[in-house]
């Protein structure tokens, strides 16, 4: 079993950066849990649903959505078994819930969320 945590959530001005980490923890995590199997942040906002925002998949390559492509960056690290999303000139469209997720032999993990709050 694997539990995922959020964290590093908070507000920031328009244009401002956040970095949202996602912690592995559990019998089931491995020191390469984000490397080996499929990794993504979604975000959820007020009244709307839930949307991918960025991938790791096996060995490092990632990919994400257009609207926040060249602004955010996934990435993880191993020896922590800690995964990363650093958010660059934050926009108030930014503004949500955002969640890591992670497949481990096809069953769906997921954290309970960390708010991400960006003023205009």
């Known amino acids: 079993q694997v539990q995922l945590v959020e964290s590093g959530g908070g507000s920031v001005e328009a244009g401002g950066s956040l970095r949202l980490s996602c912690g592995a923890s559990g019998t089931a995590s491995n020191s390469n849990i984000f490397s080996v199997n499929t990794a993504k942040w979604f975000r959820q906002a007020p009244g709307k649903q839930r949307e991918w925002v960025a991938l790791m998949t096996p060995h490092g390559p990632t990919n994400y959505r257009q609207s926040v492509r060249d602004r955010f960056t996934i990435s993880a690290d191993d020896t922590s078994n800690t995964m990363y999303l650093e958010m660059n000139n934050l926009k108030p469209e930014d503004t949500a819930v955002y969640f890591c997720?992670?497949?481990?032999?096809?069953?769906?993990?997921w954290g309970p969320g960390t708010q991400v709050t960006v003023s205009s």
């Open positions: 997720n992670l497949e481990i032999n096809m069953k769906p993990y």
